[in-house]
């Protein structure tokens, strides 16, 4: 099994890296690299719902950190050294905000799209599951600060750009945007990326800690009776979903070109879970491949009905919970257990009595 589950991601490898630049659209590519951004936060969430059995229902607020550090940074790199314009809008002598001023540093970007979600998740982690804080009131938590972060970013209009966003990126760290060859480009990091993090999530749900994970979901008091901390156990995989949400966020921003508080709510939170549970929250491909698929739908069905759309989610999101709360990655196992369970056939007594 776990030669098989290697041998999957080598051959998502090959297909995301080696055959969609080669076979697919511009368009279609970039609409490919925005589902594995999506893909690489869900990879995350795999590991929290379904392996820690932490609903993360706010994973928008990580992802943010991440799309609005890339974003800054992409938008002081587009004005050349000037404040950006729609800061001079608003009011044309306004100086730059101080908290913008580090994100002209490349390495300061960089380390703030890992450090700021670690900071963060490490925090508010060690402030609910040391308390005991789990089930429906983390989920709930977890949304309101989603939910309060898009809010506080819609107020600031002078700072973040408000609802309208951060937009008309140039360039991406030194490369020209627009030159489809660096497209490409940014769509191989992000692909690379969410390979590198299905990886990492194989490698740790082969480890201890990976056993020690699903031991805390399923028989919490268990593994603190053998000596462990639940708590700490808990922290480690919530701080690396976060980093995960992070890292998408933050390849979401130069492949599609802007980020707004539409795509860090309440709504682009819950849209992520539809995408794990439709997937497979506890399977190693599930997270990352129903993140890709409700992404394609809400491309293709979104745009044609845009009204509909959530809806048509929000019923997906109940019938897989109803009736396949493993996802789609338990079907074949189902279909095996059901083949296995089915009575043998019987030989008719005609061919009995030929045999005999």
């Keep these: 099994m776990t030669k098989l589950k290697l041998s999957g991601i080598v051959v998502l490898a090959v297909l995301l890296l080696g055959v969609a630049p080669l076979v697919l659209t511009d368009h279609w590519l970039t609409n490919l690299g925005k589902y594995c951004c999506w893909a690489i936060a869900a990879v995350g969430i795999g590991l929290a719902w379904g392996r820690g059995g932490m609903l993360v ?19 002081l790199e587009s004005a ?39 900071i963060v998740a490490g925090l508010l982690g ?16 977890t949304q309101a600060l989603a939910v309060a972060l898009a809010t506080l970013i819609s107020s600031t209009i002078r700072e973040t750009g408000g609802d309208t966003g951060l937009s008309d990126f140039k360039y991406f760290f030194g490369f020209v945007l627009n030159d489809p060859a660096n497209k490409i480009m940014v769509y191989l990091i992000a692909a690379g990326l969410l390979v590198v993090c299905l990886l990492a999530v194989w490698q740790l749900y082969r480890s201890r800690f990976g056993e020690l994970l699903v031991a805390t979901r399923d028989a919490e008091e268990r593994v603190r009776f053998l000596g462990y901390d639940p708590g700490t156990i808990k922290l480690v995989a919530f701080v690396i979903s976060a980093l995960m949400a992070s890292i998408g966020g933050a390849m979401f921003v130069p492949i599609v070109g802007i980020i707004t ?27 990352a491949l129903g993140a890709i ?7 293709s069905l979104g745009s044609t009905w845009p009204d509909g759309w959530p809806y048509v989610l929000g019923l997906l999101f109940i019938v897989v919970i109803l009736f396949l709360p493993k996802g789609l990655s338990s079907l074949p196992a189902r279909f095996t257990a059901a083949r296995s369970d089915a009575p043998p056939a019987t030989v008719p007594a005609e061919l009995e009595e030929v045999r005999s």
């Design 57 to 75: 229902m706010g994973q928008g607020v990580f992802f943010a950190l991440g799309a609005y550090s890339m974003a800054m940074h992409l938008t």
């Design 80 to 118: 050349g050294g000037r404040v950006p314009g729609f800061m001079v809008l608003y009011d044309p002598l306004a100086p730059l905000p101080a908290f913008w001023e580090p994100f002209r540093s490349t390495w300061f970007t960089l380390l703030a799209i890992v450090l700021l979600p670690v």
């Design 126 to 141: 060690y402030a609910l599951f040391k308390r005991g804080v789990k089930g429906a009131y983390f989920a709930i938590l």
């Design 261 to 287: 508080p539409a795509e860090i709510g309440a709504a682009a939170s819950i849209f992520l879970i539809a995408g794990v549970a439709l997937g497979g929250r506890a399977s190693l491909f599930g997270p």
């Design 293 to 299: 698929a409700v992404g394609w739908g809400q491309s």
